[in-house]
């Protein structure tokens, strides 16, 4: 079980508040972290993962025209992501991942570079990040970062 997410669970459950996560280059594996804490139901109101670009616009309905100018990889598109999940969730915080795991650039970005979007209440921050390591790696620094983040906020 991961300590963060533990730690998390007993924070946000003592203040009552929910989450919820849109998730693309992370695959899911956020909620499966979370899901992984005995208890998590208790905040933990679901995800989304969108992994094509074309969900993300269909489900999410992220403007294509933001899409093509600024790329899936980008704090404009995590920004709208957390936002989106915020509302259609109905949750306190939601948290977002877009970004480029590898093992090839996409849209001209290079492996590595990821955004982290948190919506609190309709307000969004989003953390830029140059990871290294494998595809696995750039994953798991990704959702321990967030859960960081998500526990600074808190």
Do not use: W
């Not at 695959?27 to 005995?38: D, H, Q």
């Not at 993962?49 to 100018?69: D, F, M, P, R, W």
């Not at 790329?71 to 598109?77: H, L």
């Not at 920004?79 to 001209?108: Q, W």
């Amino acid at each position: 079980m991961n300590e963060l997410a533990k730690e998390l669970q007993i924070k946000m459950s003592e203040k009552g508040l929910t989450l919820g996560s849109i998730e693309s280059f992370t695959g899911g594996s956020f909620a499966a972290t979370i899901t992984s804490v005995p208890g998590a139901s208790r905040f933990y109101k679901g995800a989304l993962v969108t992994y094509a670009t074309s969900e993300k616009i269909n489900l999410l309905g992220l403007s294509e025209e933001k899409v093509n100018t600024y790329g899936v990889v980008s704090k404009e598109i995590a920004y709208d992501m957390a936002l989106f999940g915020e509302r259609k969730l109905d949750v306190d915080y939601c948290v977002s991942f877009t970004g480029n795991a590898g093992p090839d650039a996409m849209e001209g970005k290079p492996v590595g570079e990821v955004y982290i979007g948190i919506a609190y209440h309709g307000e969004v921050s989003v953390y830029p990040y140059n990871l290294k390591g494998s595809r696995e790696e750039i994953q798991k620094e990704a959702i321990n970062i967030a859960l960081e983040c998500l526990l600074k906020q808190i």
